[in-house]
């Protein structure tokens, strides 16, 4: 018998012990014995099926040899972090759904887990259900990873998909969101792109294998993105979707980013709809690869936290290494990317011909919304400078 323990009863932990128990004969076909749930760590005890596996004492975990991995569900760089640490120190494999911990706290982490001989895994931070970070780490080993770039949070994409459909206003398919359950009550993190931000930071760290401080990546989500440009863009054949971008630069540097772009209909990501997500992944071999799925969630989530507690269980005595260099040099402003960019402006044609020379009009009404040729985001500003601007975004190429 496999014994590991839960760090938090939330969504996820919870998912968790469903997993764990309803999947029991698959998972022990393919471990060779039976994996069970004996302790979780939780704040405050309450009652239910999992009330005898409850203690608020992480040294009950970090004590017991018989735990072999420890799955934190806890969130934030807190409780979590310190108990991780304290796990992998006593070790034990570590499996964490927590984009935050490992966006901000991955480095070391890997470093400790390397040195205790034991594995830091963390699938379920990027995708959710969608495995992402496997296939980008070792099925695409044999690649130059030059683009990642995906539609990485769920509410946001249902947000986006409300106000196409049915034409809400953002405030009131924030509402709708919220009312399903989509949406926390403090939506910040998802709707001005932070939680989209981390996920991008983890897979730039993988991706060009060099450190990514999140506090370098800027983050722009959609609050203040009009049911206008929605409609516009539509009609232009474009679909306006919450990216988060990791891109290699000619130059041999990198640079991320989070923020709304217009993309051309035609590309499969537009099509992506509701709470789902999706990344592509460019290799310089492979081309474009795209995964898509339930990006959140309770049981896929938790699929993915499982399949990595069986991969550090399967693992003799850890998996291949996966991880990056601290070294942070390299990372460029993203301003420094060329690509074209939609202008919604108060003036005419000819206000966005003075400054863009020629465009291409989306729309010409007192208001004039245009596309530009491929500039940078320096140029961008500049030009931009002597109009009055009511929404810039820049368009997927």
């Known amino acids: 018998m496999i014994q590991i323990a839960i760090m938090g009863l939330g969504t996820v932990g919870t998912g968790v012990a469903k997993v764990v128990a309803e999947n029991s004969r698959q998972i022990e076909r393919k471990l060779g014995e039976p994996l069970q749930v004996k302790t979780i760590l939780v704040r405050h005890f309450k009652d239910g099926p999992y009330r005898q596996l409850m203690t608020d004492d992480f040294k009950k975990i970090e004590e017991d040899d018989s735990i072999r991995v ?21 070790g034990k494999h570590v499996v964490t759904a927590n984009k935050q911990l490992v ?16 594995n830091y895994l963390f699938e379920a931070s990027v995708g959710g259900g969608i495995p992402v970070l496997h296939p980008l780490t070792q099925c695409m080993a044999a690649n130059r990873i030059d683009e990642v770039y995906g539609i990485l949070n769920g509410t946001t994409n249902y947000i986006l998909t ?43 760290d993988l991706a060009f294998g060099h450190q990514v401080d999140p506090d370098k990546v800027p983050m722009e989500g959609i609050s203040k993105l009009s049911l206008r440009d929605v409609k516009l863009a539509e009609r232009a054949g474009y679909r306006i979707k919450l990216l988060g971008r990791a891109v290699r630069l000619p130059g041999g540097g990198r640079t991320a980013y989070v923020a709304p772009h217009l993309i051309p209909e035609d590309n499969p990501i537009a099509n992506v709809e509701d709470v789902f997500n999706a990344v592509v992944i460019r290799g310089n071999a492979t081309g474009d690869v795209m995964f898509y799925g339930k990006g959140a969630g309770e049981m896929p989530t938790a699929s993915a936290c499982v399949a990595d507690v069986m991969e550090a269980l399967q693992a003799s005595p850890r998996r291949e290494e996966i991880g990056w260099s601290p070294d942070a040099a390299g990372f460029e402003d993203p301003a420094e990317l060329h690509t074209r960019y939609y202008f919604r402006i108060e003036g005419s044609l000819a206000d966005a011909a003075m400054s863009f020379g020629q465009v291409e009009v989306l729309s010409e009404d007192g208001e004039t919304a245009f596309l530009t040729d491929r500039i940078s985001g320096l140029e961008a500003r ?11 975004m820049r368009v997927l190429p």
């Open 70 to 90: 420890v799955v934190e569900t806890i969130g934030g760089v807190g409780a979590a972090y310190e108990y991780t640490k304290r796990a992998l120190m006593a």
């Open 103 to 118: 966006a901000e706290k991955g480095y070391e982490l890997l470093a400790l887990a390397k040195k205790k001989n034991v």
């Open 162 to 204: 409300r106000m196409v459909r049915t034409g809400a206003f953002f405030a009131d398919a924030l509402r709708e969101a919220q009312a399903k359950g989509y949406a926390e009550a403090d939506p910040t993190a998802d709707i001005e792109g932070i939680d989209a931000g981390r996920k991008t930071c983890i897979l730039a």
């Open 382 to 392: 500049q030009q931009a400078g002597n109009l009055r601007v009511l929404a810039c």
